[in-house]
T-cell receptor
Framework: ETGVTQTPRHLVMGMTNKKSLKCEQH?????MYWYKQSAKKPLELMFV???????ENNSVPSRFSPECPNSSHLFLHLHTLQPEDSALYLC???????????????FGDGTRLSIL | SQQGEEDPQALSIQEGENATMNCSYK?????LQWYRQNSGRGLVHLIL?????REKHSGRLRVTLDTSKKSSSLLITASRAADTASYFC??????????FGQGTRLTINP
């Protein structure tokens, strides 16, 4: 148990569907992250939120829309995805963004997303 | 890019042997972190070593950092079957994001 819970664990959707991934952390952290992990590629940072404010969008297509209603919850809204978006989507949290350099990140177990 | 690159990409050893994985990077860093990922799970933080540190230990793990060579190594001593996983290094500069390498897939054979 890492303190970061992601749901659902698996998701299969068509390219025209709309779905959302959810992440919840129970660690009292203030920074949350979305990563994409594809086969044979390094982990890619997508979005960063610090104290509910988005501080980084790593050139992510607009078909991915993040939402952070509070420091404990993070969502990734998906719509009109492409087959190449099939991947493991990982959520992580850390104490806060400002002193990131000396903080580990705590990861959830991810959502395995398959686009048909 | 400051991306870390792990070497080897895959490593298979017998239980009880030591496993060594290496990480190289391209730019100056504030710290370097090692993570483990078991199949189907998220990443778990193992060790953080700061740029002014040369060696760090945690249980059976030993991490070294050579900033002159821009490289780090992770040594797992007395390996166990449960150590089978992928291991990633991640570099940090300033308050920047973590930049991960592609990982080393370690298999411990019983």
């Amino acid at each position: 148990e890492t303190g970061v819970t992601q749901t659902p664990r698996h998701l299969v959707m068509g390219m025209t569907n709309k779905k959302s991934l959810k992440c919840e952390q129970h660690l009292g952290h203030n920074a949350m992250y979305w990563y994409k992990q594809s086969a044979k590629k390094p982990l890619e940072l997508m979005f960063v939120y610090n104290f509910k404010e988005q501080t980084e969008n790593n050139s992510v297509p607009s078909r991915f829309s993040p939402e952070c209603p509070n420091s404990s919850h993070l969502f990734l809204h998906l719509h009109t995805l492409q087959p190449e978006d099939s991947a493991l989507y990982l959520c992580a949290s850390s104490q806060d963004r400002g002193t990131l350099s000396n903080q580990p990140q705590h990861f959830g177990d991810g959502t395995r997303l398959s686009i048909l | 890019s400051q991306q870390g690159e792990e070497d080897p990409q895959a490593l298979s050893i017998q239980e009880g042997e030591n496993a060594t994985m290496n990480c190289s990077y391209k730019t100056s860093i504030n710290n370097l972190q090692w993570y483990r990922q078991n199949s189907g799970r998220g990443l778990v933080h193992l060790i953080l070593i700061r740029s002014n540190e040369r060696e760090k230990h945690s249980g059976r793990l030993r991490v070294t950092l050579d900033t002159s060579k821009k490289s780090s190594s992770l040594l797992i001593t007395a390996s166990r079957a449960a150590d089978t996983a992928s291991y990633f290094c991640a570099t940090v500069k300033g308050a920047q994001k973590l930049v991960f390498g592609q990982g080393t897939r370690l298999t411990i054979n019983p």
